[in-house]
């Protein structure tokens, strides 16, 4: 069992910056890939980012191309947290954010299925 609590969303202007964390408890936080994703009203979840676990496949990271350049997904294994930098935010990325766990894999994965464990979910809102 994974349990996942995110922090850190709210409402800012265009241009302006947020980090988003995701506090992870109950398994070696190390050992497999977290991912962050989001869901704008009327929309399906999409996905944003993820770092592959350390151990084996040294925190590699991947993003959507809506966000490449602008936000940034790291990990720390020493405090079992993940964060989403996000600069130069836009009205477009407003959404709920989630970040999530692939207790199944290590390398990372673009693919809601292959996440076991959710968090709750931050607001992020984005005026123009």
């Known amino acids: 069992q994974v349990q996942l609590v995110e922090s850190g969303g709210g409402l800012v202007q265009a241009g302006d910056s947020l980090r988003l964390s995701c506090a992870a408890s109950?398994?070696?936080?190390?050992?497999?890939?977290m991912g962050w994703f989001r869901q704008a009203p009327g929309k399906d979840r999409e996905f944003v980012a993820f770092?592959?676990?350390?151990?084996?496949?040294?925190?590699?990271?991947y993003y959507a191309d809506s966000v490449k350049g602008r936000f940034t997904i790291s990990r720390d294994n020493a405090k079992n947290t993940v964060y989403l930098q996000m600069n130069s935010l836009k009205p477009e990325d407003t959404a709920v954010y989630y970040c999530?766990?692939?207790?199944?894999?290590?390398?990372?994965?673009?693919?809601?299925?292959?996440?076991?464990?959710w968090g709750q979910g931050t607001q992020v809102t984005v005026s123009s």
């Open positions: 999530a766990a692939d207790t199944g894999g290590s390398m990372g994965s673009y693919s809601l299925s292959d996440y076991e464990y």
């Open positions: 109950g398994r070696t936080f190390s050992s497999y890939a």
């Open positions: 770092v592959a676990a350390t151990r084996l496949s040294g925190a590699r990271t």
